[in-house]
């Protein structure tokens, strides 16, 4: 009976340990402030055809931006590994299952519900032994911005990348 405690109690410090340490490598998530500072520093706003003022919406990982099927566009800059060139899409959230968004050599954007929490993210995939590169759990190696469109009755501006890997509006 003693050697059966023993080893759950084993067990169970093991498993503390572990939550522990993965709890230890969570991104920071921003305060209200911060992401509020953060927005007003890195939104685009963008002029519409028709002379109205749209933007081009910043958006964090902890937002949860694609838990809810909104039929708005987002651009994402990504890239497939990191001596590769930035690439940035446009791509419609207007599903909860999983797609492909667009691949480059042997990698692929996927939008898709990834564990353990089961929220809809952005995920670089690679052929089999490649590493899975998450948007919510990158830290800017993989993927630089995401930005949503937020006036869905105008189309969506185009969007290409300048010599220095920032954003701008065609």
Not at 120 to 141: M, P, Q, S, V, Y
């Given at each position: 009976?003693?050697?059966?405690?023993?080893?759950?109690?084993?067990?169970?410090?093991?498993?503390?340990?572990?939550?522990?340490?993965?709890?230890?490598?969570?991104?920071?998530?921003?305060?209200?402030?911060?992401?509020?500072?953060?927005?007003?520093?890195?939104?685009?706003?963008?002029?519409?055809?028709?002379?109205?003022?749209?933007?081009?919406?910043?958006?964090?990982?902890q937002e949860k931006p694609f838990n809810?099927?909104?039929?708005?566009?987002?651009?994402?800059?990504?890239?497939?590994?990191?001596?590769?060139?930035?690439?940035?899409?446009?791509?419609?959230?207007?599903?909860?299952?999983?797609?492909?968004?667009?691949?480059?050599?042997?990698?692929?954007?996927?939008?898709?519900?990834?564990?353990?929490?089961?929220?809809?993210?952005?995920?670089?995939?690679?052929?089999?032994?490649?590493?899975?590169?998450?948007?919510?759990?990158?830290?800017?190696?993989?993927?630089?911005?995401?930005?949503?469109?937020?006036?869905?009755?105008?189309?969506?501006?185009?969007?290409?990348?300048?010599?220095?890997?920032?954003?701008?509006?065609?």
């Open positions: 009976m003693k050697n059966i405690l023993s080893i759950l109690g084993t067990i169970a410090l093991i498993g503390t340990s572990t939550t522990s340490l993965a709890a230890c490598n969570i991104k920071p998530q921003y305060t209200e402030e911060q992401l509020k500072e953060l927005k007003e520093e890195k939104n685009i706003k963008v002029k519409t055809n028709d002379g109205k003022n749209g933007i081009l919406e910043w958006m964090a990982p809810t099927v909104d039929n708005k566009y987002y651009f994402v800059v990504w890239r497939s590994d990191t001596s590769n060139n930035w690439r940035i899409i446009k791509f419609l959230n207007d599903t909860n299952s999983k797609k492909e968004l667009d691949s480059y050599g042997r990698y692929k954007l996927i939008f898709k519900e990834y564990s353990p929490f089961y929220d809809f993210t952005l995920l670089i995939r690679g052929e089999r032994g490649d590493a899975d590169h998450t948007w919510k759990d990158d830290n800017g190696t993989y993927f630089k911005f995401l930005y949503r469109w937020n006036l869905v009755d105008k189309p969506a501006p185009d969007l290409y990348l300048d010599h220095n890997n920032n954003i701008n509006v065609k």
